[in-house]
Structure formats: structure tokens, C-alpha cells
């Protein structure tokens, strides 16, 4: 793929096989079921809550660097997109510890960034931005 599809500037790329039409993210050259060629594909960047978690403790390092302010904890969950690919997203909270503003199957947005995309709850009106 030409474009990183975890640049911020191409927004949330994944890629749909041409064969059997599975939608990934990241974009891959290939399907993961069933080795077929597979094309670039925007992804809405909507979707709901489909599982989530408190990452409380540093991961492995390398590759995690930790940034200047040292580790803190924060929330990460798996949000199912409208093309029923469900995408790794670090879940944007005032507070970490205020875990009664999530629920399974809340709508979220995501934007792409560097790593793992970032979701938030999505604003209503919002939908399909």
C-alpha cells in the first residue's frame, strides 16, 4: 500500500478483498480469508462500542515509549464499524477512572493517528461524518 493507512492524513483507510469482499483494518495487500487481492477502502470512522478495558499498567518496552510525563492509564476498546470490521482504539475520556459514560454498543467516532486510531463518543448529528 502506497499510503500508511495509520497516517492521520488518510483518515481511516482499511482495504476490501475484491473476492470475497472481507473488510480489514489496516489496509493489507492480500485478505486474510481467502488470500484474494484486496483494494483500498475508506472506512466510515463510525461505529459502536463493542468492548472495552482500562490499560492500567505500561506495556512492554520496547516498543512502547513512554511519554515525558511518564505512563498513565487509559482506556482502550474495540469499536465495530458499519463494514463489520471491529478496529483497536484508544477510547478518549475526561477521566479514566469515570468508567460509567461507557456501555456496550454506544455509538463512537474514530480518527486516525498515529498507532492505534482514537474513538470518542459520537455527538448527535454526527453520524456518518
Do not use: N
Amino acid at each position: 500500500m502506497a499510503t500508511d493507512p495509520r497516517s492521520p492524513d488518510a483518515g481511516l483507510q482499511g482495504s476490501r478483498c475484491s473476492g470475497c469482499a472481507v473488510t480489514v483494518y489496516p489496509a493489507e495487500d492480500a485478505c486474510p480469508r481467502c488470500g484474494g487481492s484486496a483494494d483500498p477502502a475508506a472506512l466510515q470512522g463510525t461505529g459502536t462500542l463493542w468492548t472495552w478495558t482500562v490499560q492500567r499498567y505500561a506495556p512492554k518496552s520496547p516498543p512502547y515509549q513512554a511519554p515525558s510525563g511518564g505512563f498513565a492509564p487509559f482506556a482502550l476498546g474495540y469499536v465495530e464499524l458499519a463494514e463489520g470490521v471491529r478496529v483497536a482504539a484508544v477510547l478518549d475520556l475526561d477521566d479514566v477512572d469515570d468508567l460509567d459514560v461507557l456501555r456496550i454498543g454506544m455509538p463512537l467516532t474514530l480518527t486516525a493517528g498515529p498507532g492505534v486510531p482514537r474513538a470518542r463518543p459520537t455527538v448527535r448529528g454526527e453520524e456518518g461524518t
